[in-house]
C-alpha cells in the first residue's frame, strides 16, 4: 500500500534520469541521478523502476510516483508521442511502467513538471501568468495561469518547439532537419545539440559561455546568434500568451548571461510598446522539473 507521506518524482531527461522524495512539507528527503539509457525502450523502464528502488530502500517505504517525460501521453491513442527520445513513442509508457512498479503512476511532459514546480513556489511564485521553458536536449514549454497548469484536449499545451523559428534570416532558411519530420523547427536551434551544431566544434554551452568571456570571438558570434534566436522564440510567446514571468529550465539555463542579453533583443519583435515580462533562472535549478514530478499526486 501506498504511503501518503513521501512522494516520488523522477524527471525523465534525454542524458540524465533524476529521482527525488519529497517529504509531506515540501522537503526534499532523498535525490538520485544517473544516466539516461540511450535508444532502449527496455533499458528506460529499468532505470526508472531501479531508482525508484534505491529511493524507497534508501528510506525504507514507498510513497507515489509521478514521471515527467520528454514528451506526453495522447488522448487518442492512450501511447506516448512527440518525444525527442524517440524509442519511447508508440509506447504505453504508464502502464509498463505501473507494470514495473506494483503501483499507479502519473506521467506529464516534463516541461509542463518543471513550469508547475517553479511557478508555485519557485521563482514564478506569486506571478498570475508563468512560461516555464525546457532549454536542453530538447526544447519544450509548460504554460501556468493563476496555480493551474494549463492543458487541452491534445496534450500539447506548452510545445513552443516544434514551431518553426520566427522571423528567420535568409541564412536560417530551411533550417536543420527535426526528428519530427519538419526542418527549421526551434528545438533545432535552441536545443544544447542545435547550439553545438550551429557552432561547429561540438562545444558544450558551458564551454562556450566561458570560451566567449575568455575573449573568443567565433564562440561570442555562436552565443550571440543564440540569443538573437531565443529573444525571437520568446518573443512570440509574449505575443501569444503575455507571461509575467519566463523561467528558464534545463542545461542551457545556467548561462547567466541569457538574463541580460535576451530581455534586451526582444522588444524588437514584442507587439508593445513596453515588455515588463521578467526572464528569470529556476530557483530550484536546473532539474526543477523533477518536483514537479514528484507534485503530480
Same mark, same amino acid.
Given at each position: 500500500?501506498?504511503?501518503?507521506?513521501?512522494?516520488?518524482?523522477?524527471?525523465?531527461?534525454?542524458?540524465?534520469?533524476?529521482?527525488?522524495?519529497?517529504?509531506?512539507?515540501?522537503?526534499?528527503?532523498?535525490?538520485?541521478?544517473?544516466?539516461?539509457?540511450?535508444?532502449?525502450?527496455?533499458?528506460?523502464?529499468?532505470?526508472?523502476?531501479?531508482?525508484?528502488?534505491?529511493?524507497?530502500?534508501?528510506?525504507?517505504?514507498?510513497?507515489?510516483?509521478?514521471?515527467?517525460?520528454?514528451?506526453?501521453?495522447?488522448?487518442?491513442?492512450?501511447?506516448?508521442?512527440?518525444?525527442?527520445? *524517440?524509442? @519511447?513513442? !508508440?509506447?504505453? $509508457?504508464? %502502464? =509498463?511502467?505501473?507494470?514495473?512498479?506494483?503501483?499507479?503512476?502519473?506521467? +506529464?511532459?516534463?516541461?509542463?513538471?518543471?513550469?508547475?514546480?517553479?511557478?508555485?513556489?519557485?521563482?514564478?511564485?506569486?506571478?498570475?501568468?508563468?512560461?516555464?521553458?525546457?532549454?536542453?536536449?530538447?526544447?519544450?514549454?509548460?504554460?501556468?495561469?493563476?496555480?493551474?497548469?494549463?492543458?487541452?484536449?491534445?496534450?500539447?499545451?506548452?510545445?513552443?518547439?516544434?514551431?518553426?523559428?520566427?522571423?528567420?534570416?535568409?541564412?536560417?532558411?530551411?533550417?536543420?532537419?527535426?526528428?519530427?519530420?519538419?526542418?527549421?523547427?526551434?528545438? *533545432?536551434? @535552441?536545443? !544544447?545539440?542545435? $547550439?553545438? %551544431? =550551429?557552432?561547429?566544434?561540438?562545444?558544450?554551452?558551458?564551454?562556450?559561455? +566561458?570560451?566567449?568571456?575568455?575573449?573568443?570571438?567565433?564562440?561570442?558570434?555562436?552565443?550571440?546568434?543564440?540569443?538573437?534566436?531565443?529573444?525571437?522564440?520568446?518573443?512570440?510567446?509574449?505575443?501569444?500568451?503575455?507571461?509575467?514571468?519566463?523561467?528558464?529550465?534545463?542545461?542551457?539555463?545556467?548561462?547567466?548571461?541569457?538574463?541580460?542579453?535576451?530581455?534586451?533583443?526582444?522588444?524588437?519583435?514584442?507587439?508593445?510598446?513596453?515588455?515588463?515580462?521578467?526572464?528569470?533562472?529556476?530557483?530550484?535549478?536546473?532539474?526543477?522539473?523533477?518536483?514537479?514530478?514528484?507534485?503530480?499526486?
Amino acid at each position: 500500500m501506498i504511503a501518503p507521506t513521501m512522494r516520488i518524482g523522477v524527471d525523465l531527461g534525454g542524458t540524465k534520469t533524476e529521482a527525488i522524495a519529497l517529504g509531506t512539507d515540501g522537503a526534499v528527503l532523498s535525490r538520485r541521478r544517473v544516466p539516461s539509457a540511450q535508444g532502449s525502450y527496455s533499458a528506460t523502464i529499468a532505470v526508472i523502476k531501479s531508482l525508484v528502488e534505491a529511493v524507497e530502500n534508501e528510506l525504507g517505504r514507498t510513497g507515489s510516483v509521478g514521471i515527467g517525460i520528454p514528451g506526453t501521453i495522447s488522448p487518442a491513442t492512450g501511447l506516448v508521442k512527440n518525444a525527442n527520445s *524517440t524509442w @519511447l513513442i !508508440g509506447q504505453p $509508457l504508464d %502502464r =509498463d511502467l505501473a507494470d514495473a512498479l506494483g503501483r499507479p503512476v502519473r506521467l +506529464a511532459n516534463d516541461a509542463d513538471c518543471f513550469a508547475l514546480s517553479e511557478a508555485s513556489d519557485g521563482a514564478g511564485a506569486g506571478a498570475a501568468t508563468v512560461f516555464g521553458v525546457i532549454l536542453g536536449t530538447g526544447v519544450g514549454g509548460g504554460l501556468v495561469a493563476h496555480g493551474r497548469l494549463i492543458s487541452g484536449p491534445n496534450a500539447i499545451a506548452g510545445e513552443w518547439g516544434h514551431n518553426p523559428l520566427p522571423w528567420p534570416t535568409d541564412a536560417e532558411r530551411p533550417g536543420p532537419a527535426c526528428y519530427c519530420g519538419r526542418h527549421g523547427c526551434i528545438e *533545432t536551434f @535552441l536545443s !544544447g545539440p542545435g $547550439l553545438a %551544431r =550551429d557552432h561547429g566544434t561540438g562545444q558544450a554551452a558551458d564551454q562556450l559561455a +566561458a570560451a566567449a568571456e575568455a575573449g573568443d570571438p567565433a564562440a561570442e558570434a555562436s552565443l550571440a546568434r543564440y540569443e538573437d534566436r531565443l529573444a525571437r522564440a520568446l518573443a512570440s510567446v509574449i505575443n501569444l500568451f503575455d507571461p509575467h514571468a519566463i523561467i528558464l529550465g534545463g542545461g542551457l539555463s545556467r548561462m547567466e548571461r541569457l538574463y541580460r542579453s535576451v530581455p534586451a533583443r526582444w522588444s524588437r519583435w514584442v507587439f508593445s510598446d513596453s515588455v515588463s515580462t521578467r526572464l528569470l533562472p529556476p530557483l530550484h535549478g536546473d532539474s526543477s522539473g523533477v518536483r514537479g514530478a514528484a507534485w503530480l499526486w
